[in-house]
């Protein structure tokens, strides 16, 4: 170990796109990694990319500090197996979106439970494999952590320690109640995306032509690879299920309070919506602060190249911190709103700097 908790070599088996980010991530900070995948052309790419060097066949001379096992939750306890025969490291790890199933093989299959603490990034994308992969994907996101009790100290600081060298924050958890939140928080809203999307497959051009931002914000998790979810869903079975059908009563009623009509029903109808603000501002901001807690401040900027550079210098130069960003384009129009969060203070200091600079900032 080059400090504690922080790895010096680490193996990653599965060069997709969780696995290629972390492989970057590590790289960025010294670290030497070792890579293979079972699909030769996602390993190439990986290793194009600069994620690390391709794991040489058979086992290394000396085992690694850490090997993180990157590939699909059905694939997690045969390829934990093989790698603790092949002696790959001293402490292992898996990134697999649900927890108790892949434990539970393990144990079946004789794994060596001690060298195993299981984990998963709260962090992705709707996109697959290493070309979609970035070395800032983890960063101020929670990396959930469940150790069983076999699990030795050195192993989960080592594996606490990938997570906080990726840039995340690190949560221990117990598998079944990380299985039951993440049904919440990350697979029932999955399926609900791919609902809502599923309805597109028969609209025709007019409606199509009509998408805004919601139905895009709404539905981007649906293009995600189905083969992928599949195999995280059925995993996570019964706590999906549980939510789906919340859901599901909701939006029944919802459609039903419609249909009738009256004012009563509407008052039922904005019940459900006022729910939705309260659910959607209890989700955690960066760094697991409270969202509402930053100021945004609006600016219009034209399309043009360099604009978003010139106003984070400005935004420098006022000496206040981007806490986040988006931008709305204006269709067919070259402009878009560049929406700033940053903290309340210093809202008013970076809308007067932007001002004196020429940017529209509307409020
Ligand atoms: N996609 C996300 O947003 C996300 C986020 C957090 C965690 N995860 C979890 O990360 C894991 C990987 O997901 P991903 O999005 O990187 O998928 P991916 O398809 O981009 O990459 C998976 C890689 O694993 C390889 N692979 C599959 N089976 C293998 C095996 N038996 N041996 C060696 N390599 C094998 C594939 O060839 C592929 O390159 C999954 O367990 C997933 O649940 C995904
Ligand atoms: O942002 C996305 O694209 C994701 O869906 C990422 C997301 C999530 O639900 O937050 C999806 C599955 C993972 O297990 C972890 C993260």
């Not at 992928?228 to 009563?249: H, K, Q, R, Y």
């Not at 960003?325 to 940053?342: A, D, Y």
Request: charged letters at 20%; a negative charge; one cysteine or more.
């Amino acid at each position: 170990m080059a400090e504690e908790g922080i790895a010096r070599r680490v193996v990653v088996v599965g060069t997709g796109l969780i696995g290629t980010s972390i492989a970057l991530a590590l790289r960025e900070r010294g670290t030497e990694v070792l890579l293979t995948d079972r699909d030769a052309a996602a390993l190439r790419m990986a290793v194009e990319l600069g994620a690390g060097d391709a794991l040489p066949e058979g086992a290394t001379a000396e085992p690694a500090d850490l090997a993180v096992l990157a590939v699909p939750p059905a694939a997690v306890a045969v390829t934990l197996l093989d790698a603790q025969k092949r002696g790959l490291a001293t402490a292992y790890t898996d990134v697999a979106s649900v927890k108790a199933v892949p434990l539970a093989q393990a144990a079946e299959l004789g794994c060596d439970l001690t060298t195993f603490v299981a984990g998963h990034p709260l962090a992705g994308s709707e996109r697959s494999g290493p070309a979609a992969a970035r070395p800032d994907l983890f960063l101020g996101r929670p990396w959930a952590l469940c150790p069983t009790p076999d699990a030795a100290p050195e192993a989960v600081a080592t594996v606490t320690g990938l997570a906080r060298a990726c840039g995340a924050e690190p949560v221990v958890v117990e598998p079944g109640e990380h299985d039951r939140a993440v049904a919440l928080v990350s697979h029932a809203p999955h399926v609900v995306s791919a609902a809502v999307a599923a309805r597109l497959t028969g609209a025709d051009d007019v409606a199509l032509g009509l998408s805004g931002q919601g139905v895009r914000d709404v539905t981007r998790i649906a293009a995600s690879d189905p083969r992928l979810w599949i195999g995280i869903l059925s995993a996570n079975s019964e706590p999906v299920a549980d939510v789906l059908e919340a859901v599901a009563t909701d939006l029944a009623v919802a459609a039903s309070l419609l249909r009738d009509g009256s004012e009563e029903a509407a008052a039922h109808v904005a019940d459900l919506l006022l729910r939705g603000n309260a659910g959607r501002s209890r989700i955690p901001g960066k760094h697991g602060g409270d969202q509402s807690a930053y100021a945004v401040v609006p600016v219009v900027i034209p399309d043009r190249p360099g604009e978003l550079a010139m106003i984070f210098q400005a935004a420098g130069i006022a000496g206040v911190n981007i806490e986040d960003v988006t931008i709305e384009h204006s269709p067919g129009r070259p402009l878009g709103v560049l929406e700033l969060s940053v903290e309340p203070e210093a809202a008013e200091r970076l809308a007067a700097e932007l001002r004196a600079r020429g940017w529209s900032v509307p409020g």
